[in-house]
Protein backbone atom coordinates (compact mmCIF):
# COMPACT_ATOMS: atom_id res chain seq x y z
CA UNK A 1 0.00 0.00 0.00
CA UNK A 2 3.04 2.15 0.41
CA UNK A 3 4.12 2.44 -2.90
CA UNK A 4 0.33 3.30 -4.22
CA UNK A 5 0.50 6.53 -1.70
CA UNK A 6 3.87 7.27 -2.95
CA UNK A 7 2.08 7.74 -6.56
CA UNK A 8 -0.93 9.44 -5.46
CA UNK A 9 0.18 11.48 -2.52
CA UNK A 10 2.07 13.88 -4.69
CA UNK A 11 -0.85 13.71 -7.90
CA UNK A 12 -3.79 15.16 -4.92
CA UNK A 13 -1.01 17.01 -3.09
CA UNK A 14 -0.83 19.47 -5.29
CA UNK A 15 -4.30 19.34 -5.86
CA UNK A 16 -4.77 20.01 -2.27
CA UNK A 17 -2.21 22.82 -2.13
CA UNK A 18 -3.83 25.04 -4.88
CA UNK A 19 -6.96 24.24 -3.03
CA UNK A 20 -5.16 25.45 0.17
CA UNK A 21 -3.80 28.28 -1.21
CA UNK A 22 -6.79 29.96 -2.86
CA UNK A 23 -8.23 29.33 0.42
CA UNK A 24 -5.73 31.55 2.35
CA UNK A 25 -4.70 33.95 -0.35
CA UNK A 26 -8.32 34.68 -1.85
CA UNK A 27 -7.22 35.95 -4.98
CA UNK A 28 -9.52 36.32 -7.80
CA UNK A 29 -10.57 33.19 -9.94
CA UNK A 30 -9.81 35.90 -12.79
CA UNK A 31 -5.50 35.58 -11.38
CA UNK A 32 -5.58 31.59 -12.35
CA UNK A 33 -5.79 33.02 -16.01
CA UNK A 34 -2.26 33.15 -17.43
CA UNK A 35 -1.39 30.35 -15.13
CA UNK A 36 -4.17 28.05 -17.19
CA UNK A 37 -3.13 29.67 -20.92
CA UNK A 38 0.85 28.50 -19.54
CA UNK A 39 -0.87 24.71 -19.21
CA UNK A 40 -3.55 24.41 -22.24
CA UNK A 41 -1.44 26.11 -24.66
CA UNK A 42 2.24 25.76 -23.80
CA UNK A 43 3.42 23.01 -21.18
CA UNK A 44 1.08 20.07 -22.17
CA UNK A 45 1.06 20.29 -25.84
CA UNK A 46 4.76 20.53 -24.89
CA UNK A 47 4.34 17.23 -23.32
CA UNK A 48 2.23 15.54 -25.97
CA UNK A 49 4.26 16.58 -29.04
CA UNK A 50 7.86 15.18 -26.84
CA UNK A 51 6.89 11.95 -26.00
CA UNK A 52 4.39 10.97 -29.10
CA UNK A 53 7.30 12.23 -31.92
CA UNK A 54 9.26 9.62 -30.00
CA UNK A 55 6.92 6.80 -30.80
CA UNK A 56 6.66 4.29 -33.69
CA UNK A 57 4.05 5.21 -35.87
CA UNK A 58 2.41 1.93 -35.83
CA UNK A 59 1.54 2.10 -32.44
CA UNK A 60 -0.72 5.53 -33.69
CA UNK A 61 -3.36 3.63 -35.12
CA UNK A 62 -5.21 1.71 -32.73
CA UNK A 63 -8.40 1.78 -34.27
CA UNK A 64 -9.87 -1.11 -31.59
CA UNK A 65 -8.13 0.34 -28.77
CA UNK A 66 -9.56 4.16 -29.60
CA UNK A 67 -13.27 2.82 -30.63
CA UNK A 68 -13.08 1.01 -27.60
CA UNK A 69 -11.97 3.59 -24.93
CA UNK A 70 -15.15 6.04 -26.50
CA UNK A 71 -17.54 4.08 -27.11
CA UNK A 72 -17.28 3.32 -23.13
CA UNK A 73 -17.49 7.17 -22.41
CA UNK A 74 -20.54 7.29 -25.13
CA UNK A 75 -22.17 4.63 -23.42
CA UNK A 76 -22.21 6.22 -19.73
CA UNK A 77 -23.10 9.71 -21.18
CA UNK A 78 -26.01 8.41 -23.15
CA UNK A 79 -27.11 6.03 -19.84
CA UNK A 80 -26.97 8.87 -17.88
CA UNK A 81 -28.69 11.54 -20.52
CA UNK A 82 -31.57 8.90 -21.62
CA UNK A 83 -32.24 8.69 -17.90
CA UNK A 84 -32.45 12.39 -17.19
CA UNK A 85 -34.61 12.87 -20.33
CA UNK A 86 -36.98 10.34 -19.33
CA UNK A 87 -37.16 11.74 -15.66
CA UNK A 88 -36.93 15.39 -15.95
CA UNK A 89 -39.64 14.61 -18.87
CA UNK A 90 -37.48 16.23 -22.23
CA UNK A 91 -35.06 18.63 -20.59
CA UNK A 92 -32.77 18.19 -22.81
CA UNK A 93 -30.04 21.42 -22.26
CA UNK A 94 -29.78 20.07 -18.41
CA UNK A 95 -29.91 16.31 -19.70
CA UNK A 96 -26.46 16.82 -21.48
CA UNK A 97 -24.48 18.63 -18.51
CA UNK A 98 -25.86 15.55 -16.47
CA UNK A 99 -24.26 13.61 -18.96
CA UNK A 100 -21.02 15.51 -19.05
CA UNK A 101 -20.95 15.16 -15.35
CA UNK A 102 -21.09 11.36 -15.71
CA UNK A 103 -18.77 10.89 -18.19
CA UNK A 104 -16.69 13.43 -19.27
CA UNK A 105 -13.61 12.93 -17.01
CA UNK A 106 -10.98 15.17 -16.21
CA UNK A 107 -8.51 13.67 -18.71
CA UNK A 108 -6.72 16.97 -19.64
CA UNK A 109 -5.59 18.34 -16.73
CA UNK A 110 -5.23 15.06 -14.46
CA UNK A 111 -4.71 12.74 -16.61
CA UNK A 112 -1.29 12.40 -17.99
CA UNK A 113 0.19 13.75 -15.01
CA UNK A 114 -1.27 10.61 -13.32
CA UNK A 115 -0.84 7.72 -15.97
CA UNK A 116 2.55 8.96 -16.14
CA UNK A 117 3.42 8.74 -13.08
CA UNK A 118 1.87 5.42 -12.77
CA UNK A 119 2.85 3.97 -15.79
CA UNK A 120 5.81 5.37 -16.99
CA UNK A 121 6.09 7.08 -20.84
CA UNK A 122 4.43 4.26 -22.18
CA UNK A 123 1.50 5.25 -21.21
CA UNK A 124 1.85 8.92 -23.14
CA UNK A 125 0.38 7.68 -26.41
CA UNK A 126 -2.70 5.75 -24.76
CA UNK A 127 -3.30 9.63 -23.22
CA UNK A 128 -2.64 11.17 -26.01
CA UNK A 129 -5.04 9.28 -28.14
CA UNK A 130 -8.06 8.66 -25.67
CA UNK A 131 -7.94 12.59 -25.10
CA UNK A 132 -8.02 13.98 -28.43
CA UNK A 133 -11.15 11.33 -29.55
CA UNK A 134 -13.06 11.31 -26.68
CA UNK A 135 -12.94 15.79 -26.68
CA UNK A 136 -13.63 15.27 -30.37
CA UNK A 137 -16.98 13.57 -29.44
CA UNK A 138 -17.54 15.75 -26.38
CA UNK A 139 -16.62 19.01 -28.57
CA UNK A 140 -19.54 17.88 -31.27
CA UNK A 141 -22.36 16.43 -28.97
CA UNK A 142 -22.44 19.34 -26.79
CA UNK A 143 -23.28 22.06 -29.04
CA UNK A 144 -25.41 20.08 -31.63
CA UNK A 145 -27.55 18.89 -28.57
CA UNK A 146 -27.86 22.42 -27.00
CA UNK A 147 -28.55 23.19 -30.88
CA UNK A 148 -31.45 20.46 -30.38
CA UNK A 149 -32.54 22.05 -26.84
CA UNK A 150 -32.98 25.46 -28.43
CA UNK A 151 -29.73 26.49 -26.78
CA UNK A 152 -28.02 27.54 -30.33
CA UNK A 153 -29.19 30.27 -32.72
CA UNK A 154 -26.51 29.68 -35.13
CA UNK A 155 -27.49 27.41 -38.33
CA UNK A 156 -26.46 24.55 -38.95
CA UNK A 157 -23.79 25.29 -41.05
CA UNK A 158 -22.28 28.14 -38.58
CA UNK A 159 -23.02 25.60 -35.74
CA UNK A 160 -20.72 22.72 -38.06
CA UNK A 161 -17.42 25.32 -38.13
CA UNK A 162 -18.12 25.88 -34.67
CA UNK A 163 -17.74 22.69 -33.89
CA UNK A 164 -15.04 21.72 -36.61
CA UNK A 165 -13.12 24.95 -35.35
CA UNK A 166 -13.28 24.15 -31.48
CA UNK A 167 -11.80 20.70 -32.76
CA UNK A 168 -8.80 21.48 -35.17
CA UNK A 169 -7.87 24.25 -33.13
CA UNK A 170 -7.44 22.77 -29.89
CA UNK A 171 -4.15 23.55 -28.49
CA UNK A 172 -3.85 19.75 -27.37
CA UNK A 173 -5.14 18.03 -30.72
CA UNK A 174 -2.55 20.36 -32.43
CA UNK A 175 0.51 19.32 -30.34
CA UNK A 176 -0.75 15.32 -31.20
CA UNK A 177 -1.40 16.39 -34.87
CA UNK A 178 2.38 17.66 -34.92
CA UNK A 179 3.41 14.85 -32.72
CA UNK A 180 2.51 12.13 -34.89
CA UNK A 181 3.75 14.11 -38.31
CA UNK A 182 7.42 14.03 -36.41
CA UNK A 183 7.40 10.06 -35.27
CA UNK A 184 6.11 9.41 -39.12
CA UNK A 185 9.03 11.42 -40.43
CA UNK A 186 11.47 10.69 -37.79
CA UNK A 187 12.03 14.34 -37.06
CA UNK A 188 14.20 15.12 -33.87
CA UNK A 189 14.20 19.00 -32.61
CA UNK A 190 17.53 20.30 -32.36
CA UNK A 191 18.99 20.14 -28.72
CA UNK A 192 18.74 23.10 -27.24
CA UNK A 193 14.70 22.60 -28.74
CA UNK A 194 14.71 19.45 -27.00
CA UNK A 195 15.51 20.68 -23.64
CA UNK A 196 13.04 23.83 -23.80
CA UNK A 197 10.25 20.89 -24.44
CA UNK A 198 11.48 18.92 -21.73
CA UNK A 199 11.65 21.73 -19.18
CA UNK A 200 8.04 22.71 -20.52
CA UNK A 201 6.91 18.99 -20.14
CA UNK A 202 8.16 18.65 -16.45
CA UNK A 203 5.59 21.82 -15.44
CA UNK A 204 2.45 20.33 -17.19
CA UNK A 205 1.13 17.93 -14.61
CA UNK A 206 2.43 20.20 -11.76
CA UNK A 207 0.78 23.51 -12.59
CA UNK A 208 -2.29 21.91 -14.66
CA UNK A 209 -2.54 20.12 -10.39
CA UNK A 210 -2.57 23.19 -8.73
CA UNK A 211 -4.23 24.95 -11.00
CA UNK A 212 -7.12 22.44 -10.68
CA UNK A 213 -7.29 22.81 -7.21
CA UNK A 214 -7.36 26.40 -7.40
CA UNK A 215 -10.13 26.11 -9.31
CA UNK A 216 -12.19 23.66 -6.96
CA UNK A 217 -11.71 26.07 -4.21
CA UNK A 218 -12.89 29.26 -5.69
CA UNK A 219 -16.03 27.33 -6.97
CA UNK A 220 -18.21 27.57 -3.75
CA UNK A 221 -20.50 24.76 -3.10
CA UNK A 222 -24.14 25.81 -3.36
CA UNK A 223 -26.10 23.48 -4.69
CA UNK A 224 -26.05 19.40 -4.73
CA UNK A 225 -27.66 17.99 -7.27
CA UNK A 226 -30.15 15.18 -6.36
CA UNK A 227 -28.69 13.28 -9.33
CA UNK A 228 -25.66 13.21 -7.42
CA UNK A 229 -24.98 9.81 -6.61
CA UNK A 230 -26.02 8.35 -10.19
CA UNK A 231 -23.15 10.70 -11.15
CA UNK A 232 -20.59 9.40 -9.02
CA UNK A 233 -21.79 5.69 -9.58
CA UNK A 234 -21.46 5.98 -13.28
CA UNK A 235 -18.35 7.79 -13.35
CA UNK A 236 -16.05 7.02 -10.27
CA UNK A 237 -17.08 3.06 -10.64
CA UNK A 238 -19.65 1.89 -14.01
CA UNK A 239 -17.01 3.85 -16.30
CA UNK A 240 -14.27 2.29 -15.35
CA UNK A 241 -15.29 -0.70 -15.15
CA UNK A 242 -17.19 -0.72 -18.26
CA UNK A 243 -14.07 0.36 -20.13
CA UNK A 244 -12.30 -2.33 -18.92
CA UNK A 245 -14.00 -4.98 -20.07
CA UNK A 246 -14.73 -3.48 -23.46
CA UNK A 247 -11.24 -3.03 -24.00
CA UNK A 248 -10.34 -6.70 -22.97
CA UNK A 249 -13.27 -8.24 -25.00
CA UNK A 250 -12.14 -6.01 -28.52
CA UNK A 251 -8.50 -7.48 -28.74
CA UNK A 252 -5.56 -7.94 -26.75
CA UNK A 253 -3.69 -4.56 -26.12
CA UNK A 254 -0.67 -4.36 -23.83
CA UNK A 255 -1.33 -4.12 -20.40
CA UNK A 256 -0.33 -0.77 -20.13
CA UNK A 257 -2.55 0.79 -22.41
CA UNK A 258 -5.71 -0.89 -20.96
CA UNK A 259 -4.86 0.22 -17.44
CA UNK A 260 -3.92 3.54 -18.67
CA UNK A 261 -7.71 3.49 -20.26
CA UNK A 262 -9.17 2.02 -17.24
CA UNK A 263 -7.46 4.75 -15.11
CA UNK A 264 -8.19 7.59 -16.90
CA UNK A 265 -12.14 6.33 -17.28
CA UNK A 266 -11.38 6.64 -13.11
CA UNK A 267 -10.93 10.16 -12.81
CA UNK A 268 -13.45 12.83 -11.84
CA UNK A 269 -15.79 15.23 -14.09
CA UNK A 270 -13.93 16.85 -15.96
CA UNK A 271 -13.90 21.40 -15.35
CA UNK A 272 -14.63 22.03 -18.70
CA UNK A 273 -18.06 20.63 -17.88
CA UNK A 274 -18.45 23.68 -15.64
CA UNK A 275 -17.72 25.98 -17.92
CA UNK A 276 -19.62 24.19 -21.16
CA UNK A 277 -22.49 24.59 -18.45
CA UNK A 278 -21.86 28.37 -18.12
CA UNK A 279 -22.02 28.48 -21.98
CA UNK A 280 -24.93 27.75 -22.11
CA UNK A 281 -26.32 28.59 -18.80
CA UNK A 282 -28.01 25.58 -17.85
CA UNK A 283 -27.43 23.54 -14.40
CA UNK A 284 -24.38 26.08 -13.67
CA UNK A 285 -23.99 25.29 -9.63
CA UNK A 286 -25.01 21.63 -10.01
CA UNK A 287 -22.12 20.89 -12.61
CA UNK A 288 -19.29 22.85 -10.13
CA UNK A 289 -20.46 20.70 -7.28
CA UNK A 290 -19.92 17.17 -9.53
CA UNK A 291 -16.61 18.38 -10.11
CA UNK A 292 -16.16 19.19 -6.86
CA UNK A 293 -17.48 15.87 -4.95
CA UNK A 294 -16.16 13.60 -7.61
CA UNK A 295 -12.68 14.96 -7.19
CA UNK A 296 -12.88 14.49 -3.39
CA UNK A 297 -14.21 10.86 -3.79
CA UNK A 298 -11.87 10.00 -6.48
CA UNK A 299 -9.01 10.05 -3.98
CA UNK A 300 -10.27 7.14 -2.28
CA UNK A 301 -11.68 5.20 -6.04
CA UNK A 302 -8.69 5.99 -7.77
CA UNK A 303 -6.54 5.18 -5.05
CA UNK A 304 -8.06 1.99 -4.86
CA UNK A 305 -7.96 0.93 -8.67
CA UNK A 306 -4.38 1.86 -8.62
CA UNK A 307 -3.88 -0.45 -5.91
CA UNK A 308 -5.78 -3.01 -7.83
CA UNK A 309 -3.32 -2.57 -10.92
CA UNK A 310 -0.27 -2.45 -8.88
CA UNK A 311 -0.81 -5.56 -7.03
CA UNK A 312 -2.01 -7.35 -9.72
CA UNK A 313 -5.62 -8.30 -8.47
CA UNK A 314 -7.14 -7.27 -11.89
CA UNK A 315 -5.30 -9.40 -15.00
CA UNK A 316 -4.68 -7.07 -17.91
CA UNK A 317 -7.13 -9.24 -20.06
CA UNK A 318 -10.28 -10.45 -19.09
CA UNK A 319 -10.75 -12.59 -22.25
CA UNK A 320 -7.11 -14.06 -23.01
Known sequence: MTDVIGLVLPFFGLIFIGFAVARITRQPLDALGWMNTFVIYVALPALFFQLLAKTPTERLTEWGYIFGSVFSTFVIFSLMFAGSVIVARGAIAES??????????????MGPGIALLAFGEEAAVPVALIFCFENIMHFAMAPMLMAVAGGEKESPLALGLSVLKKIVLHPFIIATA???AAAWAEFRPPMPIERLLA???????????????????????????????????????IHPLLCYVVLSWIGNFSE???????????????????????????????ASASILITTI????????????????????????
Request: charged fraction near 10%; hydrophobic fraction near 60%; proline fraction near 6%.
Open 96 to 109: TIKGLSAAYGNIGY
Open 256 to 286: IWVFSAVLLAALPTATNVFVIAQQYDVWVQR
Open 178 to 180: IGV
Open 199 to 237: YLASAAAPCALFAMGVTLALRPLKRVPRELGAIVALKLV
Open 297 to 320: LSVVTVTALLYAITHRLLPPDLFP
